[in-house]
């Protein structure tokens, strides 16, 4: 008993470092060792969860640990408060790591590889922590999934729950991050920007865009119950994000498949007019080749007629509000063009003739 005792009071120290500017020393290996500490801990729960004498025994020396420290005059961070605090100690600690702005960034990058894996990960491992967090997700989540899984808009993310699960926590993280702090959630989505592969961030956004509006969740599912906000105030934080971040949005749009581009534009039409924006800037860089009857760039990174045609078929396929702003555009930059009526003049004329709305 002891023994295990010294376990509860030493990895309670380890939650109390973990905001503070100690973490910068840490490296993969002590994350590691953290979060296998935490998985331990969690085991203890699961095994003496039932028995009362034991888990009150081990409660009454928690809480009088933080009681003594916290009269030593400091404010301690609380670490292990409580029994119950075991079962998700886990999910703690990698939360304040994220938070952390200390956190180096080898040590980071490892915590970032814990959490968001990436597609064609299989089912969460109960015992690790991906299989917490994609639990707690779930949990919070469940009717979403379900709803989102009978969308037909979504069907490109029917088959991706790992990249649903990690849409859920985005959302849930940036519900945690302080407006009051400089710049807020805006800097937090420019950290994961910068450290997380990008292409597979890029799709958890576009993942995160298409969940439907949640009602408040229940405060016995908050890890730190304290706020009311929604799924659609992340929803609203990514959408201003790509809206400043120019480098990021021009990924986003250039990258994603064109089906999943067209669910996110058909949702938000503050991102629709920046695609379309973007897709006559793209078409403007190709000119005719008379020798070879198509469309070319000048340089390697101009993105090919081929796949601009795919983008603006695919927003065509999309809901009549999105169709009929596209051929809008189309026809527009068209007219500006000359409003020629043969091949290989104008590409917005081409561009029509080959979505078969051309006159």
């Not at 969860?49 to 081990?58: D, F, P, S, T």
């Not at 080898?106 to 990436?118: D, I, N, R, S, V």
């Not at 026809?331 to 004329?349: H, M, N, P, Y």
């Amino acid at each position: 008993m002891e023994s295990l005792l010294q376990h509860f009071e030493r990895f309670s120290e380890v939650l109390a470092v973990s905001r503070t500017t100690h973490v910068r020393t840490w490296d993969p290996a002590t994350v590691r060792r953290a979060l296998q500490w935490a998985r331990y801990l969690r085991h203890v729960h699961r095994r003496f969860g039932r028995h009362a004498r034991i888990r009150m025994a081990l409660e009454r020396r928690l809480q009088n640990q933080w009681r003594l420290e916290g009269g030593s005059g400091s404010s301690p961070v609380p670490g292990l408060t409580n029994f119950q605090a075991l079962e998700r100690c886990d999910l703690l600690l990698s939360l304040r790591l994220l938070e952390n702005r200390a956190l180096g960034d080898a040590a980071y990058h490892y915590l970032l590889q814990e959490l968001f894996p990436g597609p064609g990960v299989p089912d969460a491992d109960p015992e690790t922590l991906q299989g917490s967090l994609a639990r707690l997700a779930r949990r919070r989540s469940a009717v979403h999934l379900l709803r989102l899984s009978g969308y037909g808009e979504n069907s490109v993310l029917e088959e991706d729950s790992v990249l649903k699960t990690q849409a859920e926590l985005l959302l849930a993280r940036l519900r945690e991050v302080p407006k009051a702090e400089a710049e807020g959630p805006s800097r937090f989505l420019s950290i994961l920007w910068e450290r997380l592969p990008q292409n597979n961030f890029l799709k958890v956004i576009a993942a995160a865009l298409l969940l439907p509006p949640s009602s408040p969740r229940p405060q016995e599912e908050e890890l730190e119950p304290r706020t009311p906000k929604t799924l659609a105030d992340g929803d609203q934080e990514l959408v201003r994000w790509l809206l400043t971040k120019s480098d990021a949005m021009a990924a986003f749009c250039r990258n994603l498949p064109a089906g999943l581009l067209t669910s996110v534009a058909g949702r938000h039409p503050e991102l629709s007019r920046v695609y379309l924006g973007l897709l006559a800037d793209w078409a403007r860089h190709l000119h005719y080749d008379l020798q070879k009857g198509i469309w070319i760039g000048t340089e390697s990174q101009h993105v090919p007629w081929e796949e601009l045609y795919g983008k603006f078929q695919s927003l065509c396929q999309g809901p009549p509000p999105l169709k009929d702003d596209v051929l809008a555009a189309l026809e527009s930059c068209k007219a500006k063009d000359g409003d020629f009526q043969v091949r290989g003049l104008s590409i917005w004329t081409d561009l029509l003739l080959a979505l078969g709305c051309g006159s």
